[in-house]
């Protein structure tokens, strides 16, 4: 019935052909983005050995919904969620003002992944792979991928900037410098002067015009990235989650989130956005740290690994 | 030399004369802040038995500076400052703005306090009092008192806002009502939709046409807030210094914590003005809790005291 409807529709006007091509393109992205977050969950479940995600499904009061994913003290993983999300309804005056658009609704759908590891050595990472449509003309594709060790380890940094630049250049050669150099800007700390981690890639706006690509090829990047997620991250757990560490490395894996929470409630857009319209609170603010402290003008002492780290929270360093 | 300087202006124009008043108006709230900070951090170092303040003074590359005072580790405190600064400096276009003024110059001084006990039976307690000056015509007194118990005791809730109902009667008969009002709209974790505490009072852009008082009042309505400090505190400290808790109510008093780091990085004019003005990063984000912890989903127990103190979080509740 819904897909001879369809037909019907296909026949009748060239306009509303398209809109149906949409509407079938917006549901293989949330089919894509949803298998990806089955994927991810499976393939850490199994990293991990011991923790399970428990799932929250929940609808959104304006249109849509999610599926919220969170494991809590698992074996690596202290805290961490593979939430996918797919929303629309009306458009909050204040973002069609921030979009610069007419549009009256919008389409998001996304997947977002926030990893706190118990080992500091294993570092905190972050993905986001999106989909956002406010009408046929305005829709794109945002996200990326971006590591914030809590103890920088060149030859980690190095194997993950390399992973990460070979996924774009599958699609463009211009992607990996261009993305990173957004990721040292965007996961910028601007009051501490430093940034969140060791950066990665950080997309938005990405079209056929911005991208050299057509749609169906920028959904395949999008999903690439996605599927980077598991290949980069059971390495990184691999490498590091035997490390031994002392008390005072704790200490500083607390501090470290602590600013890991200063970036995420002062200047990440999706944590604003999900707060302004009215987001779930529990999924979007799932990326806070399990413990985090504030200690009164902690400074490393020169030279120690403490040091080391903070000196490699910097802009611009090419880490391939 | 300056004395004799001040009394030739001062006999010279009347423009000018008021000019000289304000500039002695300035150094006397000066003054009287830090004689403010001075008596307070005397009393709590003796309140708490063991903690001490140290103290760094720093200055300001925009003009002026302070004197951040932290104590760490204490006997009750676990984490606290009492922070006098007095800055000046160029306007920023944003906050000129925001104001809707058209001066160049600013003035502020003020005195910030924030302590976070160790026992969650001690309740968060946050003061400021500020005086504020772009013209000889625009010029205000602002700041506040606060609660934040992790687990609200009627008793103590009630005591604390009889107290400042007291202070506030004895200059003006409207004022309690009115800022404890503002308090309840103030301190309120819009995303979470509860109060941050048990509210106290908020007030700002204090001067004679909105407070009924000349400015000489209006400074020593601003220094009976100060001195509300140390009887309050000090008697909500020996209530519940020695209670007993358990490790569930640890925990309870972490997440509490993170709620009250969420409020000072999302909605705090003074934490966002301070970021935006390129204030000293350690004194402004002293505020932030020692250790917090977000857990997901974290829902009390029907009847248990975390759900009574939930309850608590809301506005309008009548306290005297």
């Not at 406010?134 to 993950?160: E, K, Q």
């Not at 990405?206 to 996605?226: C, H, M, R, W």
Request: aromatic residues 16%; hydrophobic residues 35%.
């Amino acid at each position: 019935m819904y897909y001879l409807y369809f037909q019907i529709l296909k026949a009748s006007l060239s306009t509303t052909f398209e809109f149906t091509q949409n509407m079938m393109f917006k549901e293989k992205v949330v089919a894509t983005y949803q298998q990806i977050q089955d994927e991810i969950c499976t393939a850490l479940e199994v990293s991990d050995g011991f923790g399970t995600f428990e799932q929250e499904i929940w609808q959104r009061e304006g249109g849509g919904g999610g599926r919220t994913r969170i494991m809590q003290n698992g074996n690596v993983i202290e805290k961490g969620g593979v939430n996918f999300s797919s929303v629309h309804g009306t458009l909050p005056e204040n973002i069609k003002k921030a979009f610069k658009v007419d549009s009256e609704n919008f389409f998001a759908t996304g997947v977002s992944i926030v990893m706190h590891p118990s080992n500091p050595f294993v570092p905190i990472i972050h993905l986001n792979i999106r989909y956002f449509e406010l009408d046929d003309n305005t829709r794109w594709f945002g996200g990326g991928i971006d590591l914030t060790p809590h103890y920088v380890i060149d030859t980690d940094a190095r194997f993950f900037h390399h992973y990460i630049k070979d996924v774009c250049d599958e699609f463009n050669p211009e992607f990996y410098s261009s993305f990173k150099k957004n990721a040292d800007d965007y996961f910028y700390i601007k009051h501490r002067a430093e940034t969140r981690g060791v950066g990665g890639i950080f997309y938005d706006r990405l079209q056929p015009k911005t991208a050299n690509l057509d749609y169906e090829s920028i959904l395949d990047f999008s999903a690439a990235v996605g599927r980077s997620f598991i290949p980069i991250y059971t390495e990184l757990i691999d490498r590091n989650r035997d490390s031994a560490f002392t008390e005072a490395e704790k200490e500083w894996q607390y501090l470290r989130r602590s600013r890991y929470a200063e970036f995420n409630l002062v200047y990440d857009s999706g944590t604003k956005f999900g707060l302004e319209t009215n987001g779930r609170i529990e999924s979007i603010l799932m990326s806070l740290p399990p413990t985090a402290k504030w200690a009164y003008n902690f400074k490393p002492i020169p030279d120690s690994p403490e040091a080391l780290t903070t000196d490699r929270l910097r802009k611009g360093i090419n880490w391939v």
